[in-house]
């Protein structure tokens, strides 16, 4: 199966449209057309509204039936790529299988399918081996429980709620491969791997993106391939990592970008950017905004090797972090921290929209600057709607990602999609969809505060296409020029004179 080269919208079913049909008839809509080639739809899961937003499913293999059937899913995927979860690293707490655990210990059929402290280290841990361990969050990553008439340390990386899998057990390696033939059978074309980088557990190392991760990786990615699908890595780590894993896998994400273009949208210094185009992985997924917030660890030092520099400085972050809070008026700083029951404290929660001071022209040139990066786009639905960040939302949760995680009602999308900037960037996206120039090379030159990306076709060479964006002032212009059967078409323009309809 080979995935369009055009955007992806990243959503919840829930959120956009309500449920699976919902979403399909939005995606179809007449304000969406041609927009959006495929559709990372986020956990659909039974249950999907649990304790981590669908991340922590009791049945992996079940589409809730508030949102719809596999049918539903089957349905979207006659038009559009999509994209769905697989949650490698951990399961409900709620699940039958970790229910019968905890209800019979070690006499249950489904023991070996879930990690504990003592089955990691049989023979003890020293306090090196357990602080060498990485996790996104302070503490270590064990809970309490009585399985059956013991208690043992469970091993839950993220929060109680969600318990570690041993994917290297028969029951683990089974419940897997029964997700990934579901998923296969409903037309899925593309895979997400969540929270891989944590899925092997190996004594005396950091249990985080070691060599047997990625053999872990590996294997999967073979085992998804013979049935069609293609597989997406989620890992949030060091920019060197990031390059290492796309050179084994079939996509990786480029979690640098976010942080990258802000800095340079903020300072009008766009050498990291530049630095970061040179080396990084061209089979990438793309992004600004996802389900999360900003990530920082991405920019930041090696955090298993502090002595290793990031694509950003320790200073350059925190100024970054702090351009964050200013532009969205606080509100970001509310949202970001142990405070607001965050997992991820590495990253910065708030819409791309807001995190740019609600700027129409600098969000749409930070838009063009990621889709003429090499790679698949996404666009996530708040940011696809130019939404500002839900501070009620929060407000009502105390969930700091939920800031960024609004639902839209149908008279809500409408007004949305009247507004000049949302149709400016459903133009650029179809821009990006139809120019032939995106399957070539990029070209990059930076002059002081100037910023010029060129693609030029790989098929068809007579396709190229040019951003030139003001740093400091956020003004961007695209020209092109695209030839096909009706002859050859060119285009200048200012970004501020947008939408595009047409090639």
Known sequence: ????????????????????????????????????????????????????????????????????????????????????DLIVNHVSADSAAFQDVKDKGEESSSYPMFLTMSSVFPDGATEEDLTRIYRPRPGLPFTPMKLGDRLRYVWTTFTPQQVD?????????????????????AGVSLIRLDAVG?????????????????????????????RGVDVLVEVHSY??????????????????????????????????????????????VTVLDTHDGIGVIDVGPDQTAPDRPGLLTPVQIDELVDGIHTHTNGTSARATGAAASNLDLYQVNSTFFDALGRDDERYLAARAIQFFTPGIPQVYYAGALAGGNDVDLLARTGVGRDINRAHFTDAEITDALERPVVQALLGLCRFRN????????????????KLTMQRRGKQVPESHASLRVDLVTGESTLEWAQADSGGEHRGLLSMAGWPHTGA
Not at 254 to 280: E, I, K, N, S
């Open 1 to 84: 199966m080979t995935l369009r080269n055009q955007v992806q919208l990243i959503t919840y079913a829930d959120r956009l449209g309500g449920d699976l049909p919902g979403l399909a008839r939005i995606l179809r809509s007449p304000g969406l057309k041609g927009a959006f080639g495929g559709v990372h739809i986020l956990p659909f899961f039974t249950p999907f509204d649990g304790a981590d937003a669908g991340f922590d499913p009791t049945d992996h293999t079940a589409v809730d039936p508030r949102l719809g059937s596999w049918d539903d899913v089957r349905e979207i995927a006659a038009s559009h790529d999509v994209v769905v």
């Open 434 to 449: 139809e120019v032939a120039a995106f399957d070539g090379e990029l070209d990059v030159l930076l002059e002081g505060t």
């Open 239 to 284: 920019y060197q990592q990031q390059i290492e894993i796309g050179q084994s896998v079939d996509l990786v994400y480029d979690f640098a970008l976010p942080p990258l273009v802000l800095h340079a949208l903020y300072t009008g210094d766009g050498a990291a950017l530049v630095r970061w185009m040179d080396v990084r992985p061209p089979n990438a």
């Open 198 to 226: 944590y899925a092997l557990k190996t004594p005396g190392t950091t249990s985080f993106m070691t060599p047997e991760t990625f053999q872990f990786i590996e294997a999967f990615t073979a085992q998804a391939r013979e």
């Open 165 to 185: 899998i041993d994917v290297r057990s028969s029951q683990g390696k089974a419940y897997l491969t029964s997700i990934l033939d579901a998923v296969a059978s």
